[in-house]
């Protein structure tokens, strides 16, 4: 092994830091229009929501530096600790938790409140790069897919005991890199298959869908059989009778899961998205705001500070989750599509250097970072644009927060100081 | 496997998905986008006044007049004197609890009506006691006022826009005022004007913080315009007051224009009782009368069998299709037989017994054999009943019956011209003219309403042809030019049939049905109709009484007026349409009824004919009491 050279700076990839200081720095303007008052003029008003996160934003400082100080072989050799610590942590919440809007999510230290699962996100991807690019691990394996399944799951299933389903969600994020690390592809087949059909049970109801499944599935069986005579019958005829048996549960049990695991406030969600259901002053208040926030914004937007929605403080949540809309309104639909390009640029520029990894729990914990990054932005912007459901979660880097700025700090500054490493590392 | 491409592509498809959808919102949407969808942004109205309504005279029929609502705000009302306030107010204590409940229910911070208008007197006291208790106050509205007791039904009236509407409508917000009948209802659009808007910046609690974007969307009301009406309302004043105490529509119309000259149904009420407080209790009476039906326009929608009336169309299309001609005659032996079975038989009153009748007599006589031999000669000309129906019919509607006319004007009925498939499809064997011969006398199922008889007169009238009649002359004093009503409609019978017709009509005024009516110096044209008509009471056919119809123009040269009259129940056209007529006649033409027919005019106005109509519904309130 080299030595490592001393200066960091020159080896980390300063276009993801100028990305991460672009994405934070508009945000914190966005988030000084949305929740400045006519009373409070000062920026470093620690009262105000803007001068908290000026607080925070300054306090990355340290965090990144130190981070980037540390040796990337740290993070490798520590990720198992810091895995259990988070699991411990996440344990802790239920007996120490502050409950905020119904879910004990928040460790409370007098003035200000931490949210482990922001932190949990970026060990865990630790932990699945530690574990996926272990020496003897092939994913193809049942038993190596379990373990990496637990490892995932166990925070995100803690999570949704908090109750916090929308951050509990993120974990879905992981499939993309065991994707990419070569978990069969039937997984994809048939997740993609089950969201479909899961919309469409809701949709059109459970009994229709499943006889045009059903159908649809023996028109092909006979198409089949058509084409390949006795020969199919005799060899795949269980394989048959076990896709008409899946396809029947699972319709019956989306059906089940939707009408009694779900909260009427779930399906309402659902509901209003898929155009069954209108409702623009109760459960769809936050989205048809937003919507029409964002469509007053127009070509290039009413400009800083003069957007009268965000300022008369229609969107509720508009500093957190709801951030976005203040683009749209005040830096109309330029504004809002330069964001959305800086989202793309990033995540381009995250997998184009894990690709470029020749150490396999770089590549890995790169692809986990993107993976996060990319759900968080869908689901958040989808949500604001009114093109997926209310889930609150917060737009990365964007949001009004000190947890979920660090959390993503550490995510994303753990990758640029593996990267700086790479080159030495054979 | 290019599974490291997978994240790649979904992310660009993501961000063209995410692009694409805020083009969508901010540029496709953004388009058209109104800041009335910005919850930042409230609207108030500037409601411009209303356009006022003038006769063709230049007489006021419709203004304007203020009210004063007394308003509530709960949020800001503080604990007051109720006894002393319900006493100021003049209402019960159990009202008070009652209407401020309701209005903290709609909305605690929003002013809603607390006492609708107020009396003018009432208002000048209030203003000055109400200032002690807070969160009442006193706003101004604009109603209607008509300063002529005359016309409610060509008027019409405003009411409150709902929610229904105003979902339909987006020019409307619920409580608005809009034309609900009658030329309110018909050119609201001119008479409403447009309101002025003006965009307010809010906050989410609803603190106006000053305009909206320097006032960039404000518009400025446009005042609704004023209408003039064809009418001319002493005529239309003076038929109602003839037609008091009796049931039925006259439609005069000026035929060299097709102006509707007055349009009245009887009963009728006073259009002042659908404005002011007692608006709602009123509007109850007369929606819900279902006996006299003084909100039914029996003008525009009453379809009745013409009666005799409809022997000058019979005659028109004989003549035109060569069936006969002015020399033409028939027998009448007390009747017409139209079949071998003894009832067969339509009887005839013209009491010319067994000479030879020729047109002008027919018609100045009302012979129905004349007629019955006419239409039957029409419908089997050519030995195809169907087909000689089909032909008839075609002249027929060339005159605006059997279908609705195209006035201005919300109300109206087609009724009924029948052709040969409308028999084919009712009749299971071989008909004939005789099958269908009460046509020939205005019987049987033909019906028209009392406006498209007028036209119908007016279009002989004019020899040939008639404007669609229209009740609006002017806009903002500027005369109309809608081709529907500039355009004369020709009809398909040849101006020179028309000559022996009108020679017939003036010969009924002269020495036929009409001569005990008429006028001197003033050459009328006419023709009596008395028209049988039924009623079905539990299960059975009761022949009541038969309506009195005329219909009429004058003068003989250069016709002024042209009408229709129905009086329901009245008896022969002779003795009630008649005399009408040549009253309303000579009121167009000379402006008042000389001495010499004061008596006329007398018995008309004594005359009530509420005695028959209470027997009309005696019987069958009879029939539902059971123990009368």
């Keep these: 092994m080299r030595q490592e050279r001393n200066n960091i700076f020159a080896e980390i990839d300063w276009i993801l830091v100028f990305l991460f200081i672009t994405l934070v720095g508009f945000g914190w303007i966005n988030i000084y229009a949305a929740s400045k008052t006519e009373e409070n003029l000062q920026i470093l008003d620690f009262s105000t929501k803007y001068g908290k996160q000026i607080i925070w934003i300054t306090l990355s400082i340290?965090?990144?530096?130190?981070?980037?100080?540390?040796?990337?072989?740290?993070?490798?050799?520590?990720?198992?600790?810091?895995?259990?610590?988070?699991?411990?942590?996440?344990?802790?919440?239920?007996?120490?938790?502050?409950?905020?809007?119904?879910?004990?999510?928040?460790?409370?230290?007098?003035?200000?409140?931490?949210?482990?699962?922001?932190?949990?996100?970026?060990?865990?991807?630790?932990?699945?790069?530690?574990?996926?690019?272990?020496?003897?691990?092939?994913?193809?394996?049942?038993?190596?897919?379990?373990?990496?399944?637990?490892?995932?799951?166990?925070?995100?299933?803690?999570?949704?005991?908090?109750?916090?389903?929308?951050?509990?969600?993120?974990?879905?994020?992981?499939?993309?890199?065991?994707?990419?690390?070569?978990?069969?592809?039937?997984?994809?087949?048939?997740?993609?298959?089950?969201?479909?059909?899961?919309?469409?049970?809701?949709?059109?109801?459970?009994?229709?869908?499943?006889?045009?499944?059903?159908?649809?599935?023996?028109?092909?069986?006979?198409?089949?059989?058509?084409?390949?005579?006795?020969?199919?019958?005799?060899?795949?005829?269980?394989?048959?009778?076990?896709?008409y048996l899946i396809t029947t549960l699972f319709t019956f049990g989306t059906n089940f899961t939707y009408n009694e695991v779900f909260k009427q406030h779930h399906r309402d969600r659902f509901e209003i998205l898929l155009g069954l259901k209108t409702d623009t002053k109760n459960i769809g208040y936050n989205s048809h705001q937003s919507e029409l926030t964002i469509s007053s914004g127009g070509w290039s937007g009413k400009g800083f500070l003069k957007g009268d929605i965000t300022k008369g403080d229609f969107v509720p949540e508009q500093h957190t989750d709801y951030i976005f809309s203040t683009v749209g309104e005040e830096w109309g639909f330029l504004g809002s599509s330069f964001v959305i390009l800086l989202f793309m640029l990033l995540l381009y520029r995250i997998i184009y250097l894990a690709e470029t990894h020749t150490n396999k729990f770089g590549r890995i914990y790169g692809y986990a970072v993107a993976s996060i990054l990319f759900f968080h932005v869908i689901i958040n912007i989808g949500m604001v644009i009114g093109l997926l459901p209310t889930v609150g979660i917060p737009l990365p880097f964007f949001s009004y927060g000190g947890s979920s700025l660090w959390g993503f700090t550490i995510l994303l500054f753990i990758f640029i100081r593996l990267d700086a490493h790479k080159n030495y590392d054979w | 496997m290019q599974r490291k491409f997978l994240l790649n592509f979904l992310i660009t498809l993501v961000g063209i998905v995410f692009i694409g959808r805020l083009f969508y919102l901010q540029i496709g949407r953004g388009k058209n986008y109104d800041p009335i969808h910005n919850a930042a942004v409230k609207i108030e109205y500037d409601y411009p006044e209303r356009g006022y309504v003038y006769d063709r005279n230049g007489k006021l029929l419709v203004a304007n007049q203020l009210s004063y609502d007394v308003m509530v705000q709960p949020d800001q009302v503080k604990p007051l004197d109720t006894l002393e306030f319900c006493n100021l107010l003049k209402i019960s204590k159990e009202v008070f609890i009652k209407r401020f409940k309701k209005a903290r229910n709609y909305a605690s911070y929003l002013p809603s009506v607390f006492l609708k208008q107020l009396a003018k007197e009432d208002f000048a006291f209030l203003q000055e006691k109400l200032h002690k208790y807070n969160g009442f106050f006193i706003q101004k509205r604009i109603i209607r006022e008509y300063p002529i007791n005359a016309a409610a039904n060509v008027l019409g009236y405003i009411g409150e826009v709902n929610e229904i509407l105003a979902k339909k409508n987006k020019y409307y917000q619920p409580g608005e005022l809009i034309g609900r009948d009658g030329i309110e209802r018909q050119y609201e659009n001119y008479l409403r004007g447009n309101k002025g808007k003006k965009y307010l910046q809010r906050n989410n609690l609803n603190k106006i913080t000053g305009s909206y974007l320097n006032g960039k969307y404000d518009t400025l009301p446009e005042n609704g315009k004023d209408l003039t009406l064809t009418l001319d309302i002493d005529l239309q004043r003076y038929a109602q007051k003839l037609m008091s105490g009796k049931r039925g529509g006259i439609v005069a119309i000026e035929p060299s224009s097709g102006e509707i000259l007055a349009l009245v149904t009887a009963p009728t009420y006073n259009p002042n009782m659908l404005v002011g407080r007692k608006r709602s209790k009123n509007s109850t009476i007369l929606f819900n009368d279902n006996i006299s039906k003084p909100s039914y326009d029996r003008g525009l929608l009453a379809a009745y069998a013409p009666g005799s009336p409809f022997k000058l169309m019979n005659a028109l299309v004989g003549l035109q299709e060569n069936i006969i001609d002015e020399q033409t005659s028939f027998k009448c032996y007390g009747g017409y037989k139209y079949g071998n079975r003894k009832e067969e038989f339509m009887k005839c009153h013209c009491e010319i017994y067994g000479k030879p009748i020729k047109l002008k007599t027919a018609i100045s006589k009302s012979c129905n054999t004349y007629f019955s031999n006419t239409y039957k000669r029409i419908i089997e000309k050519n030995n195809n009943a169907s087909e000689g129906l089909d032909n008839w019919q075609?002249?027929?509607?060339?005159?605006?019956?059997?279908?609705?006319?195209?006035?201005?004007?919300?109300?109206?009925?087609?009724?009924?011209?029948?052709?040969?498939?409308?028999?084919?499809?009712?009749?299971?064997y071989k008909w004939n003219g005789s099958t269908i011969i009460s046509n020939a006398i205005g019987q049987g199922e033909i019906l028209t309403t009392p406006i498209q008889l007028a036209n119908f007169t007016a279009a002989i009238a004019n020899k040939g042809y008639f404007y669609t009649p229209h009740i609006l002359k002017k806009v903002d004093n500027k005369s109309i030019d809608l081709p529907n009503f500039t355009i004369a409609k020709?009809?398909?019978?040849?101006?020179?049939?028309?000559?022996?017709?009108?020679?017939?009509?003036?010969?009924?005024?002269?020495?036929?049905?009409?001569?005990?009516?008429?006028?001197?110096?003033?050459?009328?044209?006419?023709?009596?109709?008395?028209?049988?008509?039924?009623?079905?009471?539990?299960?059975?056919?009761?022949?009541?009484?038969?309506?009195?119809?005329?219909?009429?123009?004058?003068?003989?040269?250069?016709?002024?007026?042209?009408?229709?009259?129905?009086?329901?129940?009245?008896?022969?056209?002779?003795?009630?349409?008649?005399?009408?007529?040549?009253?309303?006649?000579?009121?167009?033409?000379?402006?008042?009824?000389?001495?010499?027919?004061k008596y006329r005019e007398q018995h008309i106005l004594n005359l009530s004919l509420q005695d028959i109509y209470d027997k009309l519904h005696q019987k069958p309130e009879e029939i539902a009491s059971g123990t009368k």
């Design chain 2, 394 to 428: 075609k002249h027929v509607l060339s005159f605006g019956l059997g279908n609705y006319l195209g006035y201005d004007l919300p109300a109206g009925s087609p009724g009924l011209i029948p052709n040969g498939k409308y028999y084919d499809d009712r009749i299971n």
């Design chain 1, 62 to 243: 340290p965090l990144i530096v130190l981070i980037l100080f540390l040796n990337s072989k740290f993070y490798e050799y520590f990720s198992v600790v810091f895995y259990v610590i988070s699991l411990f942590v996440l344990l802790l919440l239920f007996p120490l938790g502050k409950e905020i809007n119904g879910a004990k999510s928040w460790f409370n230290f007098g003035a200000m409140s931490l949210q482990p699962s922001e932190f949990v996100k970026a060990f865990t991807a630790l932990a699945v790069a530690k574990l996926l690019s272990e020496r003897q691990y092939n994913l193809k394996l049942i038993k190596n897919q379990v373990k990496v399944f637990i490892i995932i799951f166990a925070p995100a299933f803690l999570i949704t005991l908090q109750p916090d389903a929308g951050s509990a969600l993120i974990y879905l994020a992981f499939f993309f890199v065991l994707n990419r690390e070569g978990l069969s592809l039937s997984y994809t087949v048939f997740g993609t298959l089950f969201i479909l059909i899961f919309i469409l049970t809701i949709f059109f109801g459970y009994l229709s869908i499943l006889l045009f499944l059903l159908t649809l599935i023996t028109l092909a069986v006979f198409y089949a059989i058509y084409k390949g005579g006795k020969r199919f019958i005799r060899f795949s005829w269980y394989k048959v009778m076990a896709i």
């Design chain 2, 490 to 597: 020709q009809t398909s019978i040849d101006k020179k049939h028309f000559l022996p017709v009108i020679e017939a009509m003036h010969e009924v005024f002269k020495t036929g049905t009409g001569k005990w009516s008429q006028v001197k110096g003033i050459e009328i044209c006419g023709k009596t109709g008395t028209s049988e008509n039924f009623a079905k009471i539990e299960g059975q056919k009761i022949q009541l009484p038969d309506h009195s119809i005329l219909v009429a123009f004058a003068p003989k040269e250069n016709p002024k007026i042209a009408l229709a009259i129905f009086v329901e129940n009245g008896g022969y056209g002779s003795t009630i349409a008649a005399p009408i007529t040549s009253l309303l006649i000579e009121k167009y033409l000379k402006g008042t009824i000389s001495k010499a027919y």
